[in-house]
């Protein structure tokens, strides 16, 4: 049913400025609105894909960090390439990852977030009631509901 990403918290940077995100699944590609910080940057931001068929073992999570930049063309800082092989066994996952260069060697930037795996046949990760927990606000007097008598009073 949905493939749900949790990006909270990048850490380790150096300087400061905008930084983006842009999160690929099967070919889908989703980008975070800019978030600015020095040596860290709190996203807080949740990427959803619709799945139609199960995940495989081969399939991935690819994350790439950008410096943005209005004028220029955007500087990536870093990246992640997480293989999905584990949510086929389990529904979440929690993870802390430091960044790929370009020269494919970590970096001192880690990466904080959470991944949640919904089947479409509903085997795997069953849905939390908290993703559907909306409060109500209370009914104000005069609101719809009374009698038509007593609004044309």
Same mark, same amino acid.
């Given at each position: 049913?949905?493939?749900?990403l ?15 995100? #842009? ?11 800019? =978030? ?11 990427? #959803?894909?619709?799945v139609g068929?199960r995940?495989?073992? /081969? ?14 063309a955007? #500087? ?12 086929v066994?389990e529904?979440?996952? #929690? ?10 060697? /970590? ?35 005069? =609101? ?7 609004? =044309?009073?």
């Amino acid at each position: 049913m949905a493939l749900i990403l949790n990006v909270r918290l990048l850490e380790g940077l150096d300087g400061k400025g905008e930084r983006l995100l #842009k999160a690929t699944f099967r070919d889908n590609v989703q980008t975070s609105n800019a =978030a600015s910080g020095r040596d860290s940057v709190y996203f807080g931001q949740q990427f #959803k894909w619709p799945v139609g068929r199960r995940i495989e073992i /081969t399939d991935v999570l690819e994350i790439r960090v950008y410096n943005f930049s209005k004028y220029l063309a955007n #500087k990536m800082i870093g990246s992640l390439t997480i293989s999905l092989q584990q949510l086929v066994h389990e529904s979440s996952l #929690k993870l802390r990852e430091q960044l790929i260069d370009a020269n494919h060697s /970590t970096m001192r930037a880690t990466l904080d977030f959470e991944i949640n795996y919904y089947s479409p046949d509903s085997q795997i990760g069953d849905w939390r009631q908290d993703e559907f927990d909306y409060p109500v606000p209370p009914m104000r007097p005069g =609101a719809a509901g009374e009698d038509q008598e007593d609004n =044309a009073r």
